[in-house]
T-cell receptor, first 115, second 110 residues
Framework: DAGVTQSPTHLIKTRGQQVTLRCSPK?????VSWYQQALGQGPQFIFQ???????QRGNFPDRFSGHQFPNYSSELNVNALLLGDSALYLC??????????????FGPGTRLLVL | DAKTTQPPSMDCAEGRAANLPCNHS???????VYWYRQIHSQGPQYIIH???NNETNEMASLIITEDRKSSTLILPHATLRDTAVYYC???????????FGDGTTLTVKP
């Protein structure tokens, strides 16, 4: 049973560029959430996708956007990158449609460095 | 989601039980208590969760007080590989998201 997978594992970008991160949920899961984790801090919720719609959003600017595909995989896009966007980006999947979705399973993350 | 309070750090001797406390005094009736841990630079790993009753699985036990205002995660025989940051989270049914605090850094020492 494949767990949550994310790509790429590491990424280096320069300020002002745009980046796309990808996530495949755990088999049987229909919901994907994205988190940003700065060094030394806990993960911060960015947004969640369910049935290809953004269901919830945390306190992040519109530069952060996402998409969910019919196969439940998801992308996180960040435009106009800032130095402060350097972080570990985590994807978590859950089964909102059947079990309430409280239990989230996390991927290994994508470490983004903005220079 | 209710706010949780955890000690910033704890030590535990290898082979002994690690007891990690969490306060969640504003928890409401339909909120679950969840525990995750994060080993350095990896994604958080789900450990266990509960609503009212104590729970046990192959990784840990969760003890929730009768008033549900606090809980304790117990790792019965800690190993060096249990060294990690442990997060206690309270979340609503159908919330689908988790609000993480700073967690407790558990260091298991030989």
């Amino acid at each position: 049973d494949a767990g949550v997978t994310q790509s790429p594992t590491h990424l280096i970008k320069t300020r002002g560029q745009q980046v796309t991160l990808r996530c495949s949920p755990k088999s049987g899961h229909d919901t994907v959430s994205w988190y940003q984790q700065a060094l030394g801090q806990g993960p911060q919720f960015i947004f969640q996708y369910y049935e290809e719609e953004e269901r919830q959003r945390g306190n992040f600017p519109d530069r952060f956007s996402g998409h969910q595909f019919p196969n439940y995989s998801s992308e996180l896009n960040v435009n106009a990158l800032l130095l402060g966007d350097s972080a570990l980006y985590l994807c978590a999947s859950s089964d909102l449609g059947h079990s309430g979705g409280e239990t989230q399973y996390f991927g290994p993350g994508t470490r983004l460095l903005v220079l | 989601d209710a706010k949780t309070t955890q000690p910033p750090s704890m030590d535990c001797a290898e082979g002994r039980a690690a007891n990690l406390p969490c306060n969640h005094s504003t928890i409401s009736g339909n909120e679950y208590v969840y525990w995750y841990r994060q080993i350095h630079s990896q994604g958080p790993q789900y450990i266990i969760h509960g609503l009212k009753n104590n729970e046990t699985n192959e990784m840990a036990s969760l003890i929730i007080t009768e008033d549900r205002k606090s809980s304790t995660l117990i790792l019965p025989h800690a190993t060096l590989r249990d060294t990690a940051v442990y997060y206690c989270i309270v979340t609503h049914t159908n919330a689908g998201k988790s609000t993480f605090g700073d967690g407790t850094t558990l260091t298991v020492k030989p």
